[in-house]
C-alpha cells in the first residue's frame, strides 16, 4: 500500500487548508485511515482516524476545528481543518491501517503570521 498525501503549506492564524490523502495498492474493504502529526521537538500524534465504516476519533486539541473525511471510492482521506494556530505547525502524515500499518511521506503545515 502507497499513501501519497498533499496540501500542506504556509498559512496565517485563524486560517484553512486541507489536506488529502490516496491510497493505492492491495487494500482491505476494512480500513481506517487517518492523519497524525510531529511538531519539532515533539513525538507523533495522532490527530484524526476514520474508519471504511465511518466512525470518527479526533484528538481533543482539534475538535470543533477540524474535520476529517473520506471518499472509500476513491481510497481517499481528507483532514479540512480551519481555525488553525501556530501550535498547530507540523508535520502531517497520512496513516493507514488496512492488514499492516502504511505511513505517507508527510507534509508540512506551517501556521505563522
Known amino acids: 500500500v502507497q499513501l501519497q498525501a498533499s496540501g500542506g503549506g504556509l498559512v496565517q492564524p485563524g486560517g484553512s487548508l486541507k489536506l488529502s490523502c490516496t491510497a493505492s495498492?492491495?487494500?482491505?474493504?476494512?480500513?481506517?485511515m487517518g492523519w497524525f502529526r510531529q511538531a519539532p521537538g515533539k513525538e507523533r500524534e495522532l490527530v484524526a482516524v476514520?474508519?471504511?465504516?465511518?466512525?470518527?476519533n479526533y484528538a481533543d486539541s482539534v475538535k470543533g476545528r477540524f474535520t476529517i473525511s473520506r471518499d472509500n471510492a476513491k481510497n481517499t482521506v481528507y483532514l479540512q481543518m480551519n481555525a488553525l494556530a501556530p501550535e498547530d505547525t507540523a508535520v502531517y502524515y497520512c496513516?493507514?491501517?488496512?492488514?499492516?500499518?502504511?505511513w505517507g511521506q508527510g507534509t508540512l503545515v506551517t501556521v505563522s503570521s
Open positions: 495498492g492491495r487494500i482491505f474493504r476494512f480500513n481506517s
Open positions: 476514520i474508519t471504511s465504516g465511518g466512525n470518527i
Open positions: 496513516h493507514m491501517l488496512s492488514g499492516g500499518v502504511y
